[in-house]
Antibody
Framework: EVQLVESGGGLVQPGGSLRLSCAASGFTFSSYWMSWVRQAPGKGLEWVANIKQDGSEKYYVDSVKGRFTISRDNAKNSLYLQMNSLRAEDTAVYYC????????????????WGQGTLVTVSS | EIVLTQSPATLSLSPGERATLSCRASQSVSSYLAWYQQKPGQAPRLLIYDASNRATGIPARFSGSGSGTDFTLTISSLEPEDFAVYYCQQRSNFGQGTRLEIK
């Protein structure tokens, strides 16, 4: 059974940092592009970042470029999101999500999602 | 940047009725469009990808159509568990969602 379990969320002050983790199981993690998608309270979905199978390509939404870093450790079947210089507008539930395609191609569709971890940026 | 506009914002229907949800892209996305369902407190669930392909385990009452800039998600006969928020998506872009509520 495919499982994605996020952790690391919490309350942080503006300007602070947080590192999110996503533990993957039930599939060959190293075969898939992975993404982070967030959802502010009561709002819609926003794609944040993605990373290629071997970590050689990473992409970010403009609003987090230079502040967030996506990474992965295939030996540990884990995905990470390092978030620095956090702002109030980063407050959201952060989901990790698996790409639909395992062939190496990035489909841009997300077939498995974690349950999410809440990040609250507030003083 | 591609903007996806969903309509209506809210759709009120009864179980057994047919639901038609729309998603319009600001420029052509060919058939590269997905639909997701999200229930309160849950992660989104992939329903449709490549505009018309049902994801694994998705009931046949869900169907997708369209290409270019205009897309439709149809639920042929609503079940009680179908009342939720639905999002369309193209790569890094999501629509704002359509809330499907019980009338």
């Amino acid at each position: 059974e495919v499982q994605l379990v996020e952790s690391g969320g919490g309350l942080v002050q503006p300007g602070g940092s947080l590192r999110l983790s996503c533990a993957a199981s039930g599939f060959t993690f190293s075969s898939y592009w992975m993404s982070w998608v967030r959802q502010a309270p009561g709002k819609g979905l926003e794609w944040v970042a993605n990373i290629k199978q071997d970590g050689s390509e990473k992409y970010y939404v403009d609003s987090v470029k230079g502040r967030f870093t996506i990474s992965r450790d295939n030996a540990k079947n884990s995905l990470y999101l390092q978030m620095n210089s956090l702002r109030a507008e980063d407050t959201a539930v952060y989901y990790c999500a698996r790409d639909l395609d395992s062939s190496g191609y990035y489909s841009g569709y997300f077939d498995y999602w974690g349950q999410g971890t809440l990040v609250t940026v507030s003083s | 940047e591609i903007v996806l506009t969903q309509s209506p914002a809210t759709l009120s229907l009864s179980p057994g009725e047919r639901a038609t949800l729309s998603c319009r892209a600001s420029q052509s996305v060919s058939s590269y469009l997905a639909w997701y369902q999200q229930k309160p407190g849950q992660a989104p669930r992939l329903l449709i990808y490549d505009a018309s392909n049902r994801a694994t385990g998705i009931p046949a009452r869900f169907s997708g159509s369209g290409s270019g800039t205009d897309f439709t998600l149809t639920i042929s006969s609503l079940e009680p568990e179908d009342f939720a928020v639905y999002y369309c998506q193209q790569r890094s872009n999501f629509g704002q969602g359509t809330r499907l509520e019980i009338k």
